[in-house]
């Protein structure tokens, strides 16, 4: 169970100042219980949407897939396991312009502590880096010691926000900004958009994708005992694959 280990020592560097992320408002990710105000974004796709400028999709937990893979490292790695680490309630809008890409937009969020860990069904897939069976004693250490490490009572969310967009439908490029820890940190990442056919107003979006996010760069120590023999690396690979239909409001649905 390395990672359950591992971030039971994790420790983090002292969070420093970093560029204010306004809160997504996606529903089921506010700080507090209850429902979120719209976001300022959402805002501001809908009037466009109701200007005959675009569509306004929300983000489909249902059919929407979010997977980070967390990876072992170090002489003694063999005695951990690799992990795959599943977002089940991710929440978000995406805003896709009638013609060309001015305006596009996405924002996303989930919370840590709505994470699935380990199930085999997404394991097995990966092959034999990932063969192993962490049993559910291993899954539960992992979940109390994640939340611990990242802070997760003190930073529940992970948010993320497109601040720019290039290229041209279906294939993208997102500057993402990403909020994670008390930091903001800016990556660029590809995305493949497959955009609704026949009658858009009922028809779902697609928008698939992959980033790295790097645990020094949010301020966290990625783990690592006797002198480096047993660690995980500092990269964790996310695949994104986002469904989302069209509405008419940014209330939650």
């Known amino acids: 169970m390395l990672l359950a280990g591992a971030l039971a020592g994790c420790g983090t560097a002292p969070p ?89 937009g996405v924002e996303l969020a989930f919370r840590l502590d709505d994470l699935a860990i380990d199930k085999p069904e997404w394991r097995a897939p990966l092959g034999p880096e990932f063969a192993s069976t962490p049993s559910a004693s291993d899954v539960a250490g992992t979940r109390a010691n994640l939340l611990k490490a990242v802070d997760g009572d003190r930073f529940p969310i992970i948010a993320m926000r497109s601040t720019a967009v290039a290229g041209a439908f279906p294939v993208l490029a997102l500057q993402l900004a990403v909020d994670w820890h008390g930091h903001t940190r800016t990556l660029q990442v590809p995305v493949r958009v497959t955009r609704p056919s026949g009658d858009a107003g009922h028809t779902a979006l697609r928008t698939q994708g992959a980033l790295v996010l790097r645990q020094s760069d949010f301020g966290i120590t990625p783990f690592s005992v006797l002198g480096g023999l047993l660690a995980i690396q500092d990269d964790l690979t996310v695949d994104v694959d986002v469904s989302a239909s069209p509405v008419a409001s940014c209330a939650a649905g």
């Open 16 to 104: 420093t100042p970093s560029a204010a992320m306004p809160p997504l408002a996606a529903p089921g990710v506010g700080a507090q219980d209850g429902p979120a105000s719209p976001s300022p974004s959402c805002t501001a796709w809908l009037a466009a949407q109701q200007r005959g400028e675009g569509r306004l999709y929300r983000v489909d937990a249902a059919t929407s897939q979010v997977r980070i893979h967390v990876f072992r490292a170090g002489r003694l790695a063999k005695a951990g396991h690799n992990h795959v680490i599943g977002v089940e309630r991710l929440t978000g809008q995406v805003f896709v312009p009638n013609d060309g890409i001015a305006g596009a």
